[in-house]
T-cell receptor, first 116, second 119 residues
Framework: SQTIHQWPATLVQPVGSPLSLECTVE??????LYWYRQAAGRGLQLLFY??????ISSEVPQNLSASRPQDRQFILSSKKLLLSDSGFYLC???????????????FGPGTRLTVL | AQTVTQSQPEMSVQEAETVTLSCTYD???????LFWYKQPPSRQMILVIR??????QNATENRFSVNFQKAAKSFSLKISDSQLGDTAMYFC????????????????FGKGMKLTVNP
């Protein structure tokens, strides 16, 4: 069965410091991968998605970036964190079944980031 | 652009009762997918149920069922025999199908509704 891991689970960082959040998926090949952010009391907002190694699409312009160095690894980074980057970050995966079939997205446990 | 609206920010229900969570959406697409996700206090987002817009039959998953009204763009979730473990935030979400012109499988979420099941 497929599993998705995220770490760290919790992170407290000072403003201006760098960030690296990691997401890995097991039990599937060539997944689509996603980074979402959930601000307090709100729904999720898609930040980045990737359909393959080295292929990253950004949905929201900001000081965050994403990379996919391996098929089942997705990394969210920042060179300098802002206070507004605080939130709950969720990674998700899906597998495209066919050209006309979109599969369900399954989420990881998330990382709670607090920027002070 | 697609939007998803959950107008009820919070509801409470007694254990074993039935509760209905409402969701409306706006889209010009004819083919799409709708989801209900549950986020318990652990904050992991868990899929509850999925509905394909081209299917007329309402989806069901054990105690969970939906009332999908495509013309009205309404997608409500009914929870039967509520259990204490159903206490969570519930999010309605919309997704367009993948397309070769670079469309992503982006989930558009509502703001969520907090459901509390009381003993």
């Amino acid at each position: 069965s497929q599993t998705i891991h995220q770490w760290p689970a919790t992170l407290v960082q000072p403003v201006g410091s760098p960030l690296s959040l990691e997401c890995t998926v097991e039990g599937t090949s060539n997944p689509n991968l996603y980074w979402y952010r959930q601000a307090a009391g709100r729904g999720l907002q898609l930040l980045f998605y990737s359909v393959g190694i080295g292929q990253i699409s950004s949905e929201v312009p900001q000081n965050l970036s994403a990379s996919r160095p391996q098929d089942r690894q997705f990394i969210l980074s920042s060179k300098k964190l802002l206070l507004s980057d605080s939130g709950f970050y969720l990674c998700a995966w899906s597998v495209l079944r066919s050209m006309n079939s979109t599969d369900t997205q399954y989420f990881g446990p998330g990382t709670r980031l607090t920027v002070l | 652009a697609q939007t998803v609206t959950q107008s009820q920010p919070e509801m409470s229900v007694q254990e074993a009762e039935t509760v209905t969570l409402s969701c409306t959406y706006d889209t010009s697409e004819s083919n799409y997918y709708l989801f209900w996700y549950k986020q318990p206090p652990s904050r992991q987002m868990i899929l509850v149920i999925r509905q394909e817009a081209y299917k007329q039959q309402n989806a069901t998953e054990n105690r969970f069922s939906v009332n999908f009204q495509k013309a009205a763009k309404s997608f409500s979730l009914k929870i039967s025999d509520s259990q204490l473990g159903d206490t969570a935030m519930y999010f309605c979400a919309f997704m367009k199908p993948w397309n070769s012109q670079g469309g992503s499988e982006k989930l558009v979420f509502g703001k969520g509704m907090k459901l509390t099941v009381n003993p």
